[in-house]
């Protein structure tokens, strides 16, 4: 797969494509079609998620009406209640959100959630976007379930310039209406399997889904070309072990994708290694691996990238993609990214696009990843330890909302 040809599939993917919409299922089908070109036949198997019809989010703020997107799977209601901005997660800030619609930084994950629940709360607002940039672009956000477990108070996003205004004014009063019919949905995984000589096999993934504002060219058609590129490879390079391919849906609902793939035992058994894709290939920034595996797995990526004259930067940590319900199903994962800085390349939001990325990056960065896959592929023995270390275990169930992080 040339420069050009990675170009064209950045063109013919350039939409939204969020989970378990009719776009996500396009661009299921376009890459079940570019397997096809090359012989190999992919499945598209689908898997139950949450789903909603917005028809009515409103929010106001002492009586002035302020643009904004309703949450997802929050519930229906009208709540006018007192205003209120959380600057702090300390006991006594805490304690003022009792019977408020509490406004705070950042994604609502579940402890927050979980913090405002437990001191009352009535209602929530979230902002996106940058104060500093000329749009005025809201993101649709959703309240997972793992968040809410079935308590929901409504919620809605608003563009980070409006937060400002509110806080700057000393808003006092807000009022929220949200209505839409929730219901459950279809989105799919894209799964191509290339048997080997031994029944042991090597998985890797990419997502292809992205977020309501995005084209997702960085974040993750990248990585599902990368996909591309190395099944390609295969098809005329001999494997030892089985290699299977699967483009994962929904990662940006919270990797559902790759959580349906692991929840059933028959897709893990004889899985040696998985080996993710997110964000590859773009103009500027490093190469990176994380594994969540054993350390000497880091050391022997970085020696082969000495080796090899392809500057990587590999730690062992929990990376916030498809590899991580691998490693918690006891699978040694790892993520391999090109991490641009921040003011040059953007995800999740209007600016990812084909804009920032360039063919022949992507072109030398899957030349990379087939040079260590092939290494695991044809290795007499897969020489990574079928165990996650304690650490990294740790660092699981912190991601996984299982544990509180330590308060820095």
């Known amino acids: 797969m040339n420069a050009t040809e990675i170009m064209k599939i950045f063109e013919d993917t350039a939409y939204v ?7 996500e299922l396009r661009a299921a089908r376009y890459l079940q079609e570019c397997c096809s070109r090359m012989g190999l036949t992919a499945a598209i198997e689908d898997f139950p998620v949450d789903m909603a019809n917005l028809q009515e989010a409103s929010f106001e703020a002492d009586g002035v009406s302020v643009t904004c997107k309703g949450y997802f799977n929050a519930g229906s209601a009208e709540i006018e209640a007192p205003f209120y901005y959380l600057r702090s997660t300390e006991p006594y800030a805490l304690k003022q959100c009792k019977g408020k ?3 705070i930084d950042g994604y609502m994950g579940y ?10 709360a009535v209602g929530f607002v979230t902002y996106d976007g940058n104060a500093n940039y000329c749009d005025r672009d809201i993101d649709q956000r959703e309240l997972r379930a793992f968040v809410h477990k079935g308590n929901k108070i409504p919620g809605v996003n608003i563009n980070a310039k409006d937060a400002i205004e509110l806080v700057n004014k000393g808003v006092t009063n ?16 894209v799964v191509l399997d290339m048997p080997g000589e031994i029944d042991e096999y090597i998985v890797l993934t990419a997502h292809y889904d992205s977020t309501s504002l995005s084209q997702g060219a960085y974040d993750n058609m990248s990585g599902s070309v990368g996909l591309l590129g190395i099944a390609e490879y295969f098809t005329t390079h001999p494997h030892r072990y089985g290699l299977r391919f699967v483009w994962c849906g929904s990662e940006e609902r919270g990797l559902l994708g790759a959580k349906a793939y692991c929840e059933k035992e028959e897709n893990l058994k004889h899985v040696a290694l998985n080996i993710n894709l997110d964000m590859i290939g773009c103009i500027m920034g490093r ?11 880091v050391h022997y990526i970085s020696y082969l990238g000495s080796e090899l004259g392809f500057p990587i930067s590999v730690r062992q940590d929990v990376y916030s993609s498809d590899s991580t319900p691998f490693a918690d199903k006891g699978v040694p994962a790892l993520s391999f ?16 696009t084909i804009a920032l990325m360039k063919g022949e990056q992507m072109v030398e960065d899957i030349a990379f990843i087939v040079a260590f896959t092939d290494r695991m592929a044809n290795a007499k023995l897969c020489p990574v330890a079928k165990e996650i270390p304690d650490s990294v ?9 299982r544990k509180r992080a330590p308060k820095q």
Not at 393 to 398: A, F, S, T
């Open 393 to 401: 275990k740790e660092k699981l169930d912190i991601y996984l909302a």
């Open 101 to 103: 619609i509490v406004m």
């Open 287 to 297: 190469f990176i691996g994380c594994c969540s595996a054993e350390e000497k797995l």
């Open 337 to 352: 990214a090109r991490i641009a800085p921040q003011n040059t390349a953007t995800i999740h939001n209007s600016y990812d």
């Open 111 to 120: 402890w927050m959630y979980q913090d405002l629940l437990e001191n009352g």
């Open 17 to 23: 494509r969020m989970g378990g919409t009719e776009e």
């Open 174 to 189: 807000a009022k929220i209406v949200l209505k839409q019919e929730e219901y459950v949905g279809n989105s799919r995984n």
